[in-house]
């Protein structure tokens, strides 16, 4: 099945009693067994598993070329778990443009545990090579990256890390491409995940996070963290999660058609000094982009040339774009990564420009949101 029909049947079917079309939302905490031992269909307890979370667990493996799909209670709760396949003392090299608060879950929380982290250029496949220790046991990347939408070529990466004496875990942070445009499993990856939270649920009602694997060895270590651990989703989230999913494709052609013409309009904007977007002819990485991706997404940063305190004002004007963190609704979002999203990160190698400004596109009328940035840049 092609990727618009995964999107709307994977791991779904009609209720075989009823006939309905929709998941049920199974709000139950456990189930009654035939015998000890005897669990029906092997439910025994929904922290272990649950019907919904089943079959979104089932969608995300096929939207992603996966075998696996797992589903956590957040982005972060799915990137905590990862880690914890690891053992003190190992390296860990994660991108230098990381959304702030798996950076700050890197460096403020995990460190305390004995884990040890570098924070380099993923961009360049060289950085990497150079930054890989005899204690390397997983590489972490973003791509296209928060916020600076940096894009690493994750085929060239992927043989690098392979080529390692340790054969460390490759995970590809999806969150911002969505397996709609780029399905990192195929390219190298060992394991992918997303929050949830942005464009596939799409519609800003719920948070959620993901890993999705090939490797059952992988999978069966992942599992059993998941019930040890316990961070996982409750039903109704699972649901949200599912139905948004079923508008993917869609959702994520209209982000580009709109951001486009969003790019257009900022690059020939006399307040706009730089606009930064993966598909957009001065992006550096633009070629890798253009291959390993489907599509450049709807996220979009730019810096404004009256620096910060123009940039403040910018955000504080937009009136369809919501001031917000977060992204991939299906609403506009406008925010200061410096003083938001990414704060957490403010003082180290990794500190955003205080003058960019970042875009989630939404999918309203495109007419609309550039009268908006036009208005509000008027304040810049
Ligand atoms: O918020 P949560 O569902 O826990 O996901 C964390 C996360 C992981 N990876 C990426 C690339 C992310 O962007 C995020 C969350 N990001 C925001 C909330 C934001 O506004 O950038």
Redesign the pocket.
Known sequence: MKFETLAIHAGQEPDPNNGAVMTPVYFTSTYMQDGVGKPRQGYEYSRTMNPTRKALQECLAALEGGSYGLAFS???AATDTILRLLNSDDHVLAGNDV?G??FRLFDKILRRFNLDFTFADTTDPESVAEALTPSTRLVWL?TPT?PYLRITDICAVAEIVHAHANKPLLVV?N??ATPYLQRPLELGADIVVH?M??YLGGHSDV???AAIVKDKELADKLYFLQNAVGAVPGPMDCFLVLRGIKTLPLRMERHFENATAVVEFLAGHPKVKKVIYPFHASHPQQRIATRQMKNGGGMISFIVTGGKEAALRVVEATKIFALA???GGVESLIELPAAM?HLSVSGSPLEVNPALIRLSVGIENKDDLIEDLKQALEQA
């Open positions: 957040s982005g972060l959304y608060g798996t973003e928060n942070d969150t911002f929050s939270t942005k948070v959620g996070g963190e977060s992204l999203t």
